[in-house]
């Protein structure tokens, strides 16, 4: 009995050998749980052939249809990879393709490309307003503005640099601009300063773990009190939490009740909030911006604001550097506006496409680097800015730029 007893682990760990064995590049677990190849991606999708039968036969498609397909497919959309494919995330995609064709369509003529352009912040928006009211994250901003960055020095190599007006001494320093704003973006996208539960490990938050506990933060219930953003700074406990007094002050100093968030199952320092995008509360919490996809907190304020100054230097120089080679006998300011015969040559209409289209978003960078020394010279965040508009507590001043919070300084 002994020998059988022992024998009897031995079989089963052989039979579970199988399922051991680590995966080629193009295999992957799906979303079920089932071992899949990357060759199967087109295969049995029962949605997607419901789908396009009622697309046929002129049938509407249900909404929750159309979200198991994009499921499937954002499950199903991956790369061969060491150690099993990895899945590559759909908002990265439309920029790597829309972009070019977008810029180079503008460039064949004036009313297209004034179409375009208004046109592309137009869809920006739109989309931003669409998750951002979902709360959802999305890699779309990200993508758009590095694919932006890469795409514009690609542009500027290929029809600005031959030209022979640009030498090395100004090209290099153009260079080491975008690497600056490369620099930048990546220490912004480092925690901006999360909080940790005391009770759990000490470990530091690493990517997977927040991504964890982003995917958990939409199971919850909708309409939970602390996800509401529009309650009081001085009173972030809504009503519903003082029902569990004894789990809340457990740990924790009495005072400190009204700074607790259920969510995380921790008392807030002061000025700290839950972000609902990321499903984490971050100290001293300026805003979630969709550019790095990332908030914006304590630790990261500082490179933010970094990266800003960097993109809009480098941006402006660009500009100007790509103005004075295809309008060279008008000043900077006078090419934006008026560029006789630029539509004339394929090459320089497209470099003055490029450079609406560098204007367009350096403005808007323009404007949130302004509110951001604002609110930085006030001492109050943009969490606080926009709670203090919401309460009616605050009034704009300075044509809605400067905000006065009516709070007392920190």
């Not at 087109?42 to 198991?68: A, F, M």
């Not at 208004?118 to 009211?133: D, E, G, Q």
């Not at 601009?177 to 940790?196: C, F, S, T």
């Not at 941006?315 to 560029?339: E, H, K, M, P, Q």
């Amino acid at each position: 009995t002994t020998q059988k007893g022992t024998m009897k682990p031995v079989k089963k760990t052989k039979a579970e050998e199988p399922e051991l064995e680590p995966l080629c590049c193009c295999e992957y677990i799906d979303r079920n749980g089932e071992k899949n190849h990357v060759a199967a991606c087109l295969c049995d999708c029962q949605d997607l052939d419901e789908g396009c039968d009622r697309w046929i036969t002129c049938k509407s498609v249900q909404p929750e249809t159309c979200e198991k397909i994009m499921d499937t497919i954002s499950d199903r959309l991956r790369i061969p990879w060491l150690r099993g494919a990895k899945k590559v995330n759909i908002s990265i995609l439309p920029p790597l393709f829309l972009l070019p064709v977008f810029l180079r369509v503008a460039s064949w003529h004036f009313l297209l490309g004034v179409v375009v352009l208004t046109s592309l912040p137009v869809l920006a928006l739109w989309y931003y307003y669409l998750t951002h009211r979902r709360k959802e994250q999305t890699l779309f901003f990200l993508s758009l503005g590095l694919f932006s960055l890469g795409y514009m020095y690609y542009v500027f190599l290929q029809e600005v640099v031959p030209k022979g007006r640009v030498g090395p001494t100004r090209l290099a320093l153009l260079t080491c601009g975008l690497l600056l704003i490369l620099y930048a973006l990546y220490r912004a996208k480092k925690n901006p300063g999360y909080l940790r539960n005391p009770a759990h490990n000490d470990r530091a938050l690493s990517g997977s773990q927040v991504e964890c506990l982003n995917r958990k933060g939409p199971e919850k219930p909708k309409g939970f009190p602390s996800a509401d953003l529009s309650g009081g700074l001085n009173n972030r406990a809504p009503k519903d939490e003082t029902k569990d007094s004894p789990r809340t002050s457990a740990g924790s100093p009495a005072k400190g009740k009204d700074d607790w968030c259920a969510k995380c199952q921790l008392v807030r320092p002061a000025r700290a909030w839950h972000c609902r995008i990321c499903g984490i509360c971050v100290r001293r919490m300026d805003h979630h911006c969709v550019w790095i996809n990332s908030c914006v907190g304590e630790s990261n304020h500082q490179a933010f604001i970094l990266a800003l100054l960097v993109f809009l230097l480098t941006s402006v120089y660009g500009i100007t550097l790509t103005l004075d080679t295809i309008c060279t006998d008008r000043s900077v300011f006078t090419a934006l506006f008026y560029c006789p015969g630029v539509y004339a040559n394929y090459s320089s209409a497209l470099c003055f496409t490029c450079v609406w289209y560098s204007v367009i978003i350096t403005g808007s960078m323009a404007y949130i680097f302004l509110i951001q020394l604002i609110n930085i010279s006030y001492n109050v965040t943009e969490r606080e800015v926009q709670q203090a508009l919401r309460q009616k507590t605050g009034r704009r001043l300075l044509c809605g730029l400067i905000v006065d919070t009516g709070l007392p300084a920190w």
